[in-house]
């Protein structure tokens, strides 16, 4: 549809992007009119704190919960255009062959062990064990699933399937071994919800989702090359070592500070990617930041609806997604057997 | 003769563990020249296109080309001199012929426009211009190998300041019907030249006795036989390597060497 004009989808998501921010700035259990919006804003902007109800509800509740759903959701996108780049097939996701999964037990387990290390240094060891859990399971499913014909599916999933198993136990076992505060923590953080949202969160996740984007321009072409196989786009002058350690990095990187912010969050990955593929075509020029954009407005947008749909509740955002994500999921699979996606 | 071989194998062998898969390999390719090597399944062919291609790397002996070893080569530098088309790829995502050809001209910075003129060029010369715009998972297996061989030949197609360059080709004809195999090794036939120089693997020896300047046979891992068809493709070599009884008879338009069972 966009396969000769990819520039104006990437407008068209930036629009979308925009109109489902401020969206969820404006919508819930207070609604705020467009005016009182710029009203909060431009006080906030003079650098006054004017205390009202509406600038509470904007500026400390809504926007650093928008702005955290926004980049989770570009940097779950992100990952799973650059995962299915790397293992050179569509139905890589990052929480169904356990990256997620590898990502939380770090998070889990810096929570569980949090309290000595203590202070600034405390709130950084979640992402930065997510991240190291996240790349040791990226590593070992591509070392188990990648072949010189590339990706078995089969391999690669049923890898995924023994590490979440795996993960989730070992998750359980950190529970009963917890003391009760952090017990606390971590059932909080394994629901999985915005609503945990802080500006400190937006912190840890904002300079990855962003350096994450700036290497777009740096990797595309050899993730197109790579699409043909490891050997020819080593043929076509790419350095392909360096290539896929980039991507292991940068994917588990996206995904590590995502779950250590909120938990997993599945399907994001695989669907995102694959509706921009349906709409531009593959070529990770355009849609590694066209997913981007379009995973940063679909999860706002969810989020919103997991605030809206059961007010005064809220739904567990990782319900919404894997009940709208598991059965696209299963259409995919089906048009496997078919033969109808991608020829695989 | 010396100074202008593209390719130099010397003493060329591989072993995995106590297995020897190729041994003292001597072979030099002169620029220009199109070089077809044949032999039976676990011949080593695999394993010798393994080694030129740099995926492997040799046990014993030296690749040198140019001149030089082929180790000393930047990937991005052997890139713009030689295009390698393996037996089969595995593209999975619904990238346009047209791009997969495109991607041909990755490693040379030579502009859009130009690219774009190289890949008409290319297309037209493996016959699949009507293909351009269909996603490459759509295409048949034959369509695809033309579609890779019209990508690996847009990466050839200019000069290189590295000097001459050379293709090698992996059974090409493998996935292709009868009037395609032709049109291919026409196609390789016509663009190995002074320039271009060409080492394609051949399953069909007669394939490689009309299409190929030299043929080396391969048997069990060593080279058993070097030269012109007329000199490798004979009753005596073929029954010793394919253990088959054959009679060699002289192509009634080519005048070279048909082998018939």
Known sequence: MFHSRPWLLLILLAGLLLVSVL?????GSLAVTPTELWQVFSDRLQGQATGTTQDLVIWQIRLPRVTLSVLVGACLALSGALVQGLFRNPLADPSLIGVSGGAAVGAALAIVLGGSVGGLAGAWTVPLLAFVGGTLVTALVYRLGVGPLGTSVATMLLAGVAINAMTSAFISFLATTAEDVRLRNLVYWLMGSFNVASWQKVLWVAPFTLMSMLMIPALWRGLNALLLGESEARHLGFAVERLRRWVIV??????????????????VGLVVPHIVRMLLGPDHRWLLPAATLLGAALLSLADLAARLLVEPLELPIGVLTAVLGAPFFLFLVMQRRRGQLYGL | MAFDAVLTLRDLGYALGRQILLRDVQLQVSSGECLAVVGPNGAGK?????????????????????????????????????????????????????????????????????????AEEVMALCDVQRLARRPYTSLSGGERQRVQLARVLAQVWQP?????RLLLLDEPTSALDLSHQLDLMRVVRTVCGSAVTVLVIVHDLNLAARFADRIMMLHQGEAVAVGTPHEVIRPDLIECVFNVQARVIE???????????
Do not use: K, N, Y
Request: avoid cysteine.
């Open chain 1, 23 to 27: 969206a969820s700035l404006s919508q």
């Open chain 2, 160 to 164: 290189a300041a590295e000097g001459s």
């Open chain 2, 251 to 261: 192509h009634p338009t080519s005048g070279g060497p048909l082998v018939v069972v």
């Open chain 2, 46 to 118: 695999t394993t010798l296109f393994r080694l030129l291609s740099g995926e492997w790397t040799p046990t014993t002996g030296e690749i040198l080309f140019h001149g030089r070893a082929l180790s000393h080569w930047s990937v991005s530098q052997l890139a713009r001199v030689r295009g390698v088309l393996p037996q089969s790829s595995s593209l999975s995502f619904p990238f346009a012929a047209r791009e997969v050809v495109m991607m041909g001209r990755m490693p040379h910075a030579t502009g859009r426009q130009q690219d774009e003129a190289i």
């Open chain 1, 250 to 267: 940068l994917a588990a990187l996206t995904v590590g500070v995502s779950v250590a912010a909120v938990g997993v969050i599945g399907f």
